[in-house]
């Protein structure tokens, strides 16, 4: 059962952060919230397991998703997002696999405390196996939860869209599908 691994792996992630919050000494319990997150020139890594889901929320997939950013500010990022989603659907003969290489531009709406949600927006390339290689944009926002100064939990939602030409981004919205992600993050 796939679907068991999946499910075992993002149990297995939410729990990282309680294993790092649990690394904190006596010293940094309770840091000024201005040195909790980012800073402008401070990078970001985070990994996580990501999943997606059609309009109707009838047919889905699950994986893997990671992304390295960098702070233009206090307030924007830009990061490049790599996912791998895995999906055996009924009715398509098999596995399929799928993958989204984006750069992502983000706005931090909140520029200090522990807590950070964030607005932006991607555009990339989509590819896999039984499906049309194509261009991909996206809308997303998610929350940041500092459970240190440097680490953090985010869930984040993405409404995704294909495209095979520029021409076409605007009026393929109306077909795309809903991307989520957990992740665990830190800045350094």
């Not at 055996?88 to 950070?116: C, K, M, S, V, Y």
């Not at 926002?141 to 869209?161: C, D, E, H, Q």
Request: charged share 10%; net charge neutral; glycine share 12%.
């Amino acid at each position: 059962m796939k679907l068991n691994r999946i499910i075992q792996a993002c149990c297995c992630l939410a729990a990282l952060p309680l294993a790092a919050s649990a690394q904190t000494t006596v010293e940094n319990v309770n840091p000024p919230t201005s040195e909790w997150g980012p800073h402008m020139g401070s990078r970001e890594l985070t990994i996580g397991a990501n999943g997606s889901s059609n309009r109707d929320l009838d047919s889905s997939a699950g994986g893997g998703a990671a992304s390295l950013g960098y702070y233009l500010t206090n307030h924007w990022e830009v990061a490049v997002r790599q996912t791998v989603d895995y999906a055996n659907p009924r009715g398509t003969g098999g596995n399929t696999w799928t993958g989204e290489t984006a750069a992502a531009l983000d706005f931090d709406l909140a520029g200090q405390g522990a807590i950070r949600p964030l607005v932006g927006a991607n555009v990339g390339w989509n590819y896999g196996s039984h499906v049309t290689n194509s261009g991909a944009a996206g809308l997303e926002a998610g929350l940041k939860f500092y459970v240190s100064p440097r680490t953090f939990i985010m869930p984040m939602a993405n409404y995704g869209w294909l495209f095979h030409h520029s021409r076409a981004i605007a009026s393929r919205f109306s077909t795309g599908i809903w991307n989520w992600t957990l992740g665990m993050g830190f800045n350094f």
